[in-house]
């Protein structure tokens, strides 16, 4: 079996839980449940105003990580400045990916659900569902890059609009 290294992260530390977006560390503590005893990171997500314990033991299984490097903020943003990749497909199908693509965490996959959703002024009015789908995209990307550029959500919301208005 491949042994894997775990992350261990600190109090006061930004992470990423994929399901939910960026959180803080506030801390990490032993509990007990059904008589086992565990380690738990407690994360506060702001956002969403919710306390999530992870045990540390589970931190792999359920997607934990760092917050991305600057380098791969790049990387988002020359997604975010091609064209966007509609696929012929049945909304709901898209729909599902698009969801899947969401909850993985991952900046660069959140970066193409954007990049694909986003509309201009002068283009055709979106359903209700692709809204949705589009400012918890925008949402999660957003908060992310705040947490990397030390800047606020606001600032990372209108520097990826600004990006996908000028592409």
Same mark, same amino acid.
């Given at each position: 079996?491949?042994k894997?290294?775990?992350n /261990?992260f ?6 990423? $839980?994929? !399901? ?8 990490i ?11 738990c $990171? ?5 956002? &969403? ?15 934990? *990580?760092?917050?991305?490097? #600057?380098? !791969? ?7 975010? %400045?091609? #064209?966007?990749? =509609? ?6 199908r898209?729909a599902? %990916? +698009? ?9 660069? #996959?959140?970066?193409?659900?954007? *990049?694909?959703?986003?509309?201009? #002024? ?5 359903? +209700? ?7 918890? &995209?925008?949402? *999660?990307? &957003?908060?992310?890059?705040? &947490?990397i %550029?030390k800047? /606020? +959500? ?5 520097? =990826?609009?600004?990006?996908? +208005?000028?592409?």
């Amino acid at each position: 079996m491949k042994k894997t290294k775990k992350n /261990d992260f600190k109090i006061g530390e930004l992470v990423v $839980y994929p !399901k939910h977006g960026v959180g803080e560390i506030k801390s990490i503590s032993n509990i007990e449940i059904s008589n086992i005893k565990t380690k738990c $990171y407690f994360i506060h997500m702001e956002q &969403a105003k919710l306390l999530i314990k992870v045990p540390v033991d589970k931190q792999e299984e359920v997607g934990l *990580r760092k917050i991305v490097s #600057k380098k !791969k903020v790049s990387e988002v943003f020359n997604i975010l %400045e091609q #064209k966007p990749k =509609i696929r012929k497909v049945m909304w709901s199908r898209r729909a599902q %990916e +698009y969801d899947s693509k969401i909850h993985s965490g991952d900046p660069i #996959k959140i970066g193409e659900v954007v *990049r694909d959703l986003f509309r201009k #002024k002068n283009q055709p009015e979106q359903s +209700y569902s692709e809204r949705q789908m589009f400012q918890v &995209a925008l949402e *999660r990307l &957003a908060r992310e890059i705040a &947490a990397i %550029e030390k800047t /606020d +959500y606001f600032n990372a919301t209108e520097k =990826i609009e600004t990006i996908l +208005y000028n592409r």
